[in-house]
Structures are given as structure tokens and as C-alpha cells.
């Protein structure tokens, strides 16, 4: 019964907002039959991760095969080849991304992705609010940040925790190492600070695509993007977590306002 989506697209307005938060979805709200007629879009499935196909093979291209490829993300692309997987990928085709892909053109491709989405991966109203958690330090600007990452829809939170974990990986591999048999195996050069600072400016925008120049942004805000979202990949993996206390809470209101979401969720588990 799970729903799957190849772009990035709106909820419909939830009547429980805390159902909306958690990425829970009312089990009737996922039966297109009650949907006949009806203009708006059904809720996201929580069941499965919400993220488009292109960015999930993308991500793993490059995971299996430009890990250890020097300057991922800064060497430039063939623009003819990176076109033609946009075409395919826009056409709804089954895309098989191999070894025989170039993997510049497959991070070109990413970076295009994320820059011209209508709505960018961290919603415009939202650019401001993360903005400011630049000035804050420790504890307290995780917890900034935690708490906006909970306002995200539930495609562009999945979406953003894969990118996030994705170049996470790679910062991983920046560095040069040693194999099993002593032999040198070359880092990618792309530490956080280097990928923050490129996929900053696509991740978080201020203005639509086309509406203003990109290279327009003055110098605090430039900052203040890349140091975000360093911050979101040296630490996401705390900030997507719920705590046990968190949870319970909401199951409380949960049983209070939504006791049938409550009886789906204990028949999943």
C-alpha cells in the first residue's frame, strides 16, 4: 500500500498538525478510491522514505563509484550528457546509473536537481529561521535546528536526511588512506567546509530559481549558509532523531486527538 514520489511535491493541509510533524498519515488518507474527485493530493506515506528517484541514484552512483574521486562536485561535466539524464529522468524513465556514468556528470546532475526545484529542500519561509541559528553555538543551535528540521514536510525532510547522510560519506573520504596491503587510496579533497559551500546555496534559497542571481547574495548570508548547513551534516544524525520523550508526548496528544492513528500505529509496530 505504500505511495511513491518522484518529486518533490505540497502536503495537503492535515487536520492534526502533529500528524504532519511525525510524518504520520491517516491510514484511510492513502486509499486513492476515497480520493475520486477530490483536487487535493493525498497525504505522503510514512511507511516508505519520500525521496525522488533521482536524487536516491545519484546518491548511491556516486557512494560506489566517486568516493575516492578527487575534486567530486568541482571538476566540471559534460553538459550534452548531464542534459540527457535530466530529459530521461523528467520523462519518468527507469534510469540505470553504472560504473560506465561519468561520475561528473552524475554530481552535476545532483546539484541541478536540488538548485532548480521549485521549492527549494529547506522552504523558502523557512530561509530566515535557519539563517539565524548561524550566531548560535552548541546545545542551543542543535536544538534550533532540530526543531526547524521538524516543521519540514515529510519529502523534503526524507529527501534532505538522505542528501545529508550522502555527503556526510563523502566528507568521510576526504582524506588519503591506507588500504588492507599498505597501498595509498586517495581522498576526494571534499571536506564538510568544501561541500557545505557548495551545496549551501542550493539547499537553502532565499529567492526562486531565475529570480534573482545567485552570485547576488551578500557576504553574511553566504556565510551564514554554509555554516548551516555544515552544522546539518556534521550532526545530522542526532538532529533526525526523535527522543523517546518527544515521542511519548505526542503520543499522548496523539490518543487525545487521533486515537484511531494511534491503534495503526500499535497494528504496525
Excluded at 557512494?63 to 539524464?85: A, D, N
Excluded at 531565475?210 to 549558509?225: I, L, Q, R, W, Y
Excluded at 548547513?229 to 542526532?238: A, G, V
Amino acid at each position: 500500500g505504500a505511495m511513491s514520489v518522484d518529486s518533490i511535491t505540497d502536503l495537503s493541509d492535515n487536520t492534526s498538525k502533529l500528524l504532519e510533524a511525525l510524518q504520520l498519515s491517516h491510514p484511510h488518507e492513502l486509499d486513492a478510491r476515497r480520493s475520486l474527485g477530490k483536487k487535493k493530493m493525498l497525504s505522503l506515506n510514512p511507511i516508505t522514505w519520500q525521496v525522488p528517484r533521482i536524487v536516491d541514484r545519484c546518491c548511491k552512483h556516486i557512494e560506489t563509484h566517486g568516493l575516492q574521486t578527487v575534486g567530486i562536485f568541482r571538476v566540471g561535466s559534460s553538459k550534452k550528457r548531464v542534459q540527457q539524464l535530466r530529459e530521461e529522468f523528467d520523462r519518468g524513465l527507469d534510469v540505470f546509473l553504472d560504473e560506465h556514468q561519468s561520475v561528473h556528470d552524475v554530481a552535476a546532475l545532483l546539484k541541478e536537481f536540488l538548485r532548480d526545484m521549485p521549492d527549494s529542500l529547506i522552504p523558502r519561509e523557512l530561509y530566515a529561521a535557519f539563517l539565524s541559528t548561524a550566531s548560535m553555538e552548541g546545545p542551543a543551535q542543535l536544538a534550533a535546528l532540530q526543531l526547524m528540521l521538524f516543521l519540514l514536510p515529510p519529502c523534503h525532510s526524507d529527501t534532505l536526511h538522505r542528501l545529508l547522510r550522502f555527503l556526510s560519506e563523502v566528507a568521510r573520504h576526504a582524506e588519503s588512506s591506507r588500504g588492507p596491503d599498505g597501498q595509498e587510496i586517495p581522498g576526494n579533497k571534499m571536506t564538510v567546509s568544501n561541500l557545505a559551500t557548495i551545496f549551501g546555496p542550493n539547499v537553502l534559497q532565499k529567492e526562486k530559481p531565475g529570480e534573482k542571481d545567485v552570485g547576488a547574495m551578500n557576504f553574511e548570508d553566504s556565510t551564514a549558509v554554509i555554516l548551516v548547513l555544515q552544522r546539518l551534516i556534521e550532526h545530522y544524525q542526532t538532529l533526525f532523531m526523535v527522543s523517546p520523550e518527544l515521542q511519548r508526548d505526542i503520543l499522548r496528544r496523539l490518543f487525545q486527538t487521533d486515537p484511531d492513528v494511534i491503534d495503526y500505529l500499535l497494528r504496525r509496530k
